[in-house]
């Protein structure tokens, strides 16, 4: 296409700067303008989609028209920077920093506990920035729906909830007190129940400065004068796209005349989505902001007129004003898309994303156009041949030509007409996750009636979410038109939608039946909401709807999350300086929450730098034939093409760095290129062909076991006598539990950055890892080289979890690798879904059980078969279903017993450590055998739980002696604080009065082995320097993963030196300064370096001591002063050898793990039956944490630990294809929870006064343990779902698999819907996904 070349200047302002761009690129996205142009690297990259929040910021206009600014926050990821022009951005940076001030928002976050590993805070500021510069005085519903697309994978919400709570305009209360009394009003010491100990409550911080808006920045004055100016097209012209934004109507269409391909971008977040998925690009590209006439919004005699580019948001305010001023009669379409509007992606998007761009763009799931179609919204279209209307109907959503805008036409605005007297409207939608979360089926139905009659005069029924367009049941609905609106016509319609809609066995998305039993759920809760309304209107004509059919109506609805948080005080002689024991804030908190916090990505360039694409396998299993990269290395920019032949040493331990002569599972890394830039790396690695021959793969638990294909050898532990066991019970039970896989999710994706040095081959490595020797290790014997010439670096990881202990090595050998072919320095920053691609994660499950009892509910015996999914090699295999084996009992004593575990090799990617390390799979899978016999037994749960826990001091089933009464103290704790009794018979009352809406309780009892199995596994090691003037530098090998490791480092080195913390200073994790670290995981990072720590500063306190004791009153620094003349050293290392931990697998026998930690959760649910939605209503969860070194930290990893666990246990989900492809690679398809899935309550005790004389302080390690009371919410939805099944007389020992989602509760609930729906026989047909569990 010939442009003229000319571009105009592209002028906004970044943080009150003016930038001038003369080269705008149209393809240039903001995000990555901002980090790499502007070097402003606070906002983070989380997936390049728009469904991290990661990347938010602040955008404003000038409205010349209504002389206003309006401010609006946005994902940059997706936002051109083109789209920009007139526009003020404003970045964390320019909410606040440590060099000039720290804004409100950013203080009161990392006051309030609120950051982790600190790589989503950036974007949590900022969506409240947006928020508090339109209100200044929000409500708590606007905070919380600020942060609907605001992903977190650390915290659990409730600290960021709790730090913007004092904002609202509401009581400014940062949490609920057991007592009822304001947090704010004064510090609370209260009582603890059980022991009479000062306890504290709450963790925020109450003093805090208000928000000044006079610091804030003010818009341009330059900008406004723009907007009143700009008058004229402005085009900026790429390298392969040309941006158009005409200024008016007129120019525009003459524009679409001439390129009628060139497509309307207002929001970008579709066509935006289209170019990241497919590459799609434009060439020309028209940007239709500044005509007046798509804004406009005009109310008529019939309805309203929407401006086209109005974004959804703008929509949402505009109805949300309207409705309350019209009849509610006229209102019905209205509240239907206001229902969406709530729930629709995240405020950033909603804020982006236009009206116009949303109904032409109809995607099959996007909510609005089923509602607008049904309610007969118009399009009024304009193009230079004049204007004209058009129905969006059916047939416009389906694409039909005649029905359809044409190419030269564009939406100016939409009319949405007022609804009638006789006229009902609903709209539907169920998602995976409440909110920030595309439709898995949605819906926009309508009747009208003869007017005072139930007689159907129109009817229309459109699906979303089933087919590749919205659909609509026509046929059906005509022939319904004429009867009455009754039983027997509801179930008419059921069978026609049924007969019209079809969803093929196959479908894409899969979920096939729970989609087709959605369709009859939408309309029967259709029929009910109808039925009511019409009794409203005509109370005489028309009877009330019984209870049991009320209760259908309405959807689950979540409230305000409150939190409690009881911890013990510190001893009152304890002295006011020393910070142990005190919840003190993250020692990043604040540079995490202004965005000067430095992940690998926000490393400066270094000259020279080279970026890393990877070439990955589409085949599970194949021979590599051939590789061919010489059309990538023509590809302009890329340097080097690098395979296994480049690795001059090893090419990985266990598991290539580059794939050989074989693929192994689909995603294994075969070759990288290496470019000048990203785009360019990634261009030539499309160009890269692979040929390949296949082999059969194993992809499934199943199929491995039928081959054989294990990675390790059987694991086994024997305890009693089984045999005797099952002869002597009165009941056996035999079943099986399934528990999917999960991905790591941790917000900074693998990242490194290597570079070469000039002398001695040395490199320099930065990277996200908990493990820096292995990096090292591996890196070195990939080169070739001594240990000693690579130098790794971690300041901080942005998340892990257990996912970055042995991934990171093999990305660091393979950017090495390419350092070293091309003695450049190269940075390889994975992009969400290669990451998800290529790694594996926590390990699918599958148990087999055969339990032995008496009807008293006692458990004899028991007989475990345990299998995980390894992947494809061995990884962290081993150790996962060792811990599986040995932890399986949980806190039950099951006197005879025999666990056996495989670890089966397929080929998938090799699944590795997850938090928890296998014990959340066998310790579900042990709860559910303890369901199965109270369900046989008829006996509560929590009795059976009871009869078998642990009692007194007792044996493990490795015969490892250990003391259960503090298992029991969290127990009755729990029971107590939980008021589990009363609660229990409140959920029971519920439960009979609704039919399709269940609540239900459950309280998880947990014994946790803290550590690892090996000594071995627990060294540590610390450096500890003091420098002349006093201050200290202290160094470990644990590393910072959003755990708050050196922050309890630096608390622990303030109390063994006696100094205030500001005298202390962390800088990095190193193996140039402590070597041989091992990987921070397994929740004893923290203590085992904390030990290293604490020796290092003893040997230099004992040294300091001749000083001292010449000296008594005199200070810090002259003590340090007169050391050093008197050549005493300053820096010593300190070492912890371990605690001594074995297991001997021949004997079965062992001191497995440093000690227990107990912990108890009590959680309530309340489910939708006729959806599969459910609400996490309250949890208590009380922990024995001992001395809390901070509570503010633990309490923050039971909290976040948790919420991860509600994530595996209800709602992540991962899906493969049956060729063993991962279809589930980005927070579009993988829904870790968000702010909506946390309790509504969810409070948090520390017992008190219990004592570990094993870790340092009498401390105990939290990071893992919280995770699997996420448990108590999965047993709460069994319970509930079991109500409804008793309700419907169907057998109650029924099977859930994990994770619980939306459509495993729905399905649970059999009921007269999930029986009209078409069945497909396994076998019969190629399912979308397949089980690998
Ligand atoms: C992370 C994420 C989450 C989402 N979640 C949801 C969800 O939960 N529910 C839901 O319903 N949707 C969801 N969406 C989809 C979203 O609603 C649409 O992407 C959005 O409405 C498109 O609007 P836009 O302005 O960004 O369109 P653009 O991407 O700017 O344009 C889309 C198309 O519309 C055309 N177009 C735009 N305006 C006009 C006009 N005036 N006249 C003619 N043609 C025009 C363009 O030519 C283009 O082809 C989500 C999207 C993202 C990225
Ligand atoms: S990076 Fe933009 S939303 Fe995730
Ligand atoms: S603190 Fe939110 S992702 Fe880590």
Redesign the pocket.
């Known amino acids: 296409m010939a442009c003229p070349q000319q571009s105009d200047e592209l002028i906004f302002f970044v943080n009150g700067r003016k930038v001038i761009e003369r080269q705008a690129d149209p393809e240039e996205l903001l995000l990555y303008y901002l980090r790499k142009k502007l070097r402003l690297s606070g906002t983070k990259y989380g997936c390049g989609?728009?469904?991290c929040g990661a990347c938010t910021v602040m955008i404003s206009t000038y409205d010349p028209v209504a002389k206003q600014i309006q401010h609006r926050p946005a994902?940059s990821c997706?936002l051109p920077i083109c789209s920009l022009h007139g526009a003020a951005v404003t970045t964390v940076e320019g909410v606040g920093s440590i060099k000039t001030r720290i804004h409100p928002i950013q203080e009161r976050l990392a006051k309030c506990h609120g950051s982790q590993c600190g790589f989503c805070t950036p974007g949590m500021v900022m969506s409240i920035y947006a928020l508090l510069r339109n209100h200044a005085e929000p409500s708590m519903e606007q905070i919380i729906s600020a942060l609907d697309?605001n992903l977190c994978r650390c915290t659990g919400y409730r600290p960021i909830i709790d730090s913007y709570r004092s904002f609202a305009r509401e009581p400014t209360c940062c949490q609920l007190r057991e007592t009822g009394q304001c947090c704010l009003d004064q510090e609370e010491r209260v009582c603890s129940s059980s022991t009479g100990d000062q306890t504290h409550s709450g963790l925020c911080n109450p003093e805090f400065p208000p928000v000044d808006p006079t610091q804030e920045f003010i818009f341009p004055p330059e900008l406004m004068r723009m907007a009143q100016e700009q008058l004229r097209t402005l085009i900026f012209h790429g390298k392969r796209t040309t941006w158009i934004s005409p200024a008016s109507l007129n120019e525009l269409l003459a524009l679409k005349a001439k390129y009628p391909k060139?497509?309307?971008?207002?929001?970008?977040?579709?066509?935006?989505?289209?170019k990241t998925h497919h590459d799609a690009y434009h060439p020309i590209i028209?940007h239709?902001v500044r005509i007046p006439e798509?804004y406009v919004v005009s109310s008529t005699n019939d309805g309203l007129v929407i401006g086209?580019?109005c974004?959804?948001a703008q929509l949402r305010d505009i109805l949300m004003e309207a409705v309350p001023k019209l009849p509610e009669e006229k209102t019905k379409i209205y509240q239907a898309l206001l229902q969406?509007l709530r729930?629709?992606?995240?405020e950033q998007?909603r804020s982006?994303?236009?009206?116009?761009?949303?109904?032409?763009?109809r995607?099959s799931?996007?909510?609005?156009?089923p509602v607008l179609s049904v309610g007969k919204s118009v399009l009024n279209?304009a193009s230079e041949d004049g204007e004209r209307q058009v129905l969006l109907n059916d047939q416009f959503l389906a694409g039909c030509e005649h029905a359809d805008?044409k190419p030269k036409?564009?939406?100016?605005s939409v009319f949405i007409p007022y609804s009638m007297k006789d006229d009902f409207i609903s709209a539907f939608?169920q998602?995976e996750r409440q909110?920030?979360?595309?439709?898995i089926v949605?819906s926009g139905m309508r009747v009208l009636f003869s007017p005072g009659t139930d007689i159907i005069v129109d009817l229309s029924i459109l699906y979303?979410g089933i087919g590749s367009t919205t659909l609509s049941a026509r046929k059906s609905c005509e022939k319904l038109i004429g009867r009455r609106w009754n039983d027997q016509m509801l179930s008419e319609a059921c069978r026609l939608v049924l007969e019209e809609i079809l969803i093929p066995s196959s479908a894409p998305g899969g979920r096939v039946e729970y989609r087709r039993t959605l369709l009859v759920s939408f309309l029967f809760r259709f029929y009910l909401e109808v039925l009511h309304g019409l009794h409203q209107m005509y109370p005489f004509r028309y009877a009330e709807l019984s209870q049991e059919k009320r209760s259908a109506l309405g959807m689950l609805q979540n409230g305000v999350p409150q939190g409690v948080q009881i911890y013990q005080d510190v001893d009152s002689g304890q002295s006011p300086q020393d910070p142990v024991g005190r919840p003190i804030m993250h020692q990043s908190g604040i540079k995490h929450a202004t965005g000067e916090a430095v992940y690998i990505d926000d490393i400066r360039p270094v000259d020279g730098e080279l970026s890393l694409a990877v070439v990955t396998s589409i085949r599970a299993h194949a021979k590599i034939i051939s590789i061919d990269a010489s059309e990538a290395l023509r590809v302009p920019g890329v340097v080097d093409v690098v395979t296994a032949r480049d690795v001059p040493g090893e090419n990985g331990k266990d598991e290539q760095a580059y794939a050989e002569d074989k693929v192994i599972c689909v995603g294994q890394i075969i070759c990288a290129v290496v470019a000048e830039s990203v785009t360019q790396a990634k261009c030539g690695a499309e160009k890269v062909k692979i040929v390949y021959e296949d082999l059969e793969p194993i992809l499934t638990i199943e199929d491995a076991i039928k081959h054989k294909s294990y990675i390790t050898e059987e694991r086994k532990i024997e305890k009693g006598d089984i045999e005797k066991g099952f002869e002597s019970a009165d009941e056996i039970i035999e079943g099986e539990l399934h528990v999917g896989g999960q991905e790591h999710f941790y917000l900074e994706t693998n990242s490194v950055l290597v570079i070469p040095r000039v002398e001695d081959k040395e490199m320099d490595v930065y990277v996200s890892t908990q493990h820096a020797t292995d990096v090292q290790e591996l890196v070195a014997s990939a080169l070739n080289l001594q240990s000693n010439k690579i130098m790794c670096h971690v300041k901080r990881v942005g998340g892990a979890f257990g996912g970055k202990i042995t991934k990171p090595s093999l990305f660091a050998v393979i950017a090495a690798v390419a350092a070293n072919k091309t003695g450049r320095p190269v940075r390889f920053v994975l992009e969400r879904n290669t990451d998800m691609l290529t790694t594996g994660g926590r390990h699918p499950f599958f148990g087999k059980y055969k339990v032995g009892f008496m009807n008293d509910g006692r458990i004899i015996a028991a007989d475990f078969q345990c299998y995980i999914n390894g992947g494809c090699t061995k990884d962290e295999s081993e150790l996962v279903i060792e811990y599986i084996v040995l932890k399986v009992d949980n806190a039950y004593s099951i006197p005879n017993l025999r666990v056996r575990g495989h670890a089966c090799k397929t080929n998938l990617p090799s699944n590795t450590a997850f938090r928890g390390f296998g014990f959340p799979q066998a310790g579900l899978f042990v709860e559910t055998c303890i369901v199965a016999v109270a369900t046989q037994t008829g006996l509560p749960h929590e009795k059976v739980r009871e009869i078998n826990m642990y009692k007194g001091v007792n044996l493990t089933s490795f015969k490892e002696e250990f003391d259960a009464e503090n298992l029991w103290k969290c127990w009755e704790e729990c029971l107590d604080k939980s008021d589990y009794y009363s609660r229990k018979a409140m959920v029971e009352e519920f439960n009979m009065k609704n039919y399709w809406k269940k609540k239900g309780i459950a309280i998880i009892p947990m014994k946790f082995s803290v550590g690892f199995n090996a000594t071995y596994f627990h060294q540590a090691g610390a450096l500890v320097h003091i420098y002349i003037d006093g201050s200290v530098l202290v160094t470990h090998g644990g590393i910072e993963l959003g755990q708050g490791i050196h922050t309890k480092m630096l608390q622990i080195a303030s109390r063994e030196l006696k100094i205030p913390l500001s005298y202390i200073h962390f800088c990095e994790t190193s193996t140039t300064t402590v070597p041989n670290g091992k990987y921070t995981a397994g929740s004893v990072g923290t203590e085992i370096n904390a030990r290293a720590v604490q020796d290092a500063c003893q040997i230099l306190w004992k040294r300091l001591e001749p000083i001292r004791r010449d000296n008594p009153n005199g200070k810090w620094e002259d003590w340090i002063s007169e050391a050093h003349k008197q050549s005493i050293s300053l820096s010593a290392t300190g070492y912890f050898k371990g605690y001594v931990t074995n297991m001997n697998w021949d004997t079965k026998k062992g001191h497995a793990f440093p000690y227990f930690l107990f912990g108890v959760a009590c959680s309530e649910v309340e489910i939708d039956c006729l959806t599969g939605a459910h609400k996490n209503i309250r949890t208590d969860i009380v922990m024995d944490a001992c001395f809390s070194i901070n509570p503010a930290i633990d309490i923050g990893q039971i909290e976040g630990a948790f919420i991860q666990g509600v994530g595996l246990y209800t709602l992540e989900e991962i899906y493969f294809s049956p060729e063993g492809e991962q279809l589930t690679l980005g927070?579009?398809t993988y829904k870790i929870p968000a702010i909506c899935d946390i309790p509504e309550q969810i409070r948090v005790y520390l017992l008190p006064n219990s004592c570990n004389s094993i870790a340092i302080y009498s401390s105990k390690g939290m990071g893992e343990a919280g995770f699997f009371l996420g448990s108590s919410v999965f047993f709460a939805i069994r319970d509930a779902v079991a109500a409804a099944r008793k309700e419907r007389g169907l057998p109650l020992d029924f099977t859930l698999n994990s994770p619980l989602t939306v459509e495993r509760i729905r399905m649970a609930c059999d009921d007269v819907f999930t029986e009209m729906i078409p069945k497909d026989k396994p076998g019969t047909y190629k399912p979308w996904a397949i089980n690998v569990d």
């Open positions: 989609i728009g469904g994902n997706l697309g060139a497509p309307l971008v207002v929001g970008n977040t579709s066509v935006g989505l289209k028209l239709p798509m086209a580019a974004c959804l969406h729930t629709l992606a995240g998007i982006m994303a236009s009206l116009g761009g949303h109904i032409v763009s995607g799931n996007w909510d609005l156009n279209l805008i036409e564009v939406i100016v939608r998602a909110k920030n979360a595309l439709s949605n979303g927070p579009d």
